[in-house]
T-cell receptor
Framework: DQQVKQNSPSLSVQEGRISILNCDYT??????FLWYKKYPAEGPTFLIS?????DKNEDGRFTVFLNKSAKHLSLHIVPSQPGDSAVYFC??????????FGQGTELSVKP | ETGVTQSPTHLIKTRGQQVTLRCSSQ?????VSWYQQALGQGPQFIFQ???????GRGNFPPRFSGLQFPNYSSELNVNALELDDSALYLC?????????????FGSGTRLTVV
């Protein structure tokens, strides 16, 4: 039972353009969401988060949008840079405080 | 401030053997969680330790067990290894009870079971 889903395994974007990574969840009790970035041979690193009381959170080039009614969130990266190439994981915090991850989306930003 | 350190970085074991993976938590963190990341998948929660006791467990069999020590470091033990246990094992530390979801991950241990 995959409670957090990232349906696009990969995404390729031109440098300078917008990258949009999508995530869906099924559990309406989730009230806090995070995005992590992962390079090969490294652990996931925290990127940005959003509470369910908000619909948008922005940090520099990264913006996360939350649509509670659709149980959908997205991460926007503008402008995309080659160094952003990595695997991005969407995660939710469950009632026990543990992270529930999606399958990940591999972003490739081409110069 | 030191981050999360995991050892070893890579390991090859034979089916049926036992393995112990180690994790040193970030300074100031009192909770350790373990995750298994199979190839092409997201990390899956194994269990969490707080105050040296298991505090939440995912859908993993009892042959996956753990420990947390007074200095908050932790071990993950897997008995009777199976081929499907081949994965990246991630440790994450955090501060429980502070309302902080600041999980810090280690670089992981890549376990290969042959």
């Amino acid at each position: 039972d995959q409670q957090v889903k990232q349906n696009s395994p990969s995404l390729s974007v031109q440098e300078g353009r917008i990258s949009i990574l999508n995530c869906d969840y099924t559990n309406s009790m989730f009230d806090y969401f995070l995005w992590y970035k992962k390079y090969p041979a490294e652990g996931p690193t925290f990127l940005i988060s959003i509470s369910s009381i908000k619909d948008k959170n922005e940090d520099g080039r990264f913006t996360v949008f939350l649509n509670k009614s659709a149980k959908h969130l997205s991460l926007h990266i503008v402008p995309s840079q080659p160094g952003d190439s990595a695997v991005y994981f969407c995660a939710a915090i469950d009632q026990g405080g543990k992270l529930i991850f999606g399958q990940g989306t591999e972003l490739s930003v081409k110069p | 401030e030191t981050g999360v350190t995991q050892s070893p970085t890579h390991l090859i074991k034979t089916r049926g053997q036992q393995v112990t993976l180690r994790c040193s938590s970030q300074s100031g963190h009192n909770t350790v969680s373990w995750y298994q990341q199979a190839l092409g998948q997201g990390p899956q929660f194994i269990f969490q330790y707080y105050r040296e006791e298991e505090n939440g467990r995912g859908n993993f069999p009892p042959r996956f067990s753990g420990l947390q020590f007074p200095n908050y470091s932790s071990e993950l033990n897997v008995n009777a290894l199976e081929l499907d246990d081949s994965a990246l094992y991630l440790c994450a530390s955090s501060s429980r009870g502070v309302g902080n979801y600041g999980y810090t991950f280690g670089s992981g241990t890549r376990l290969t079971v042959v």
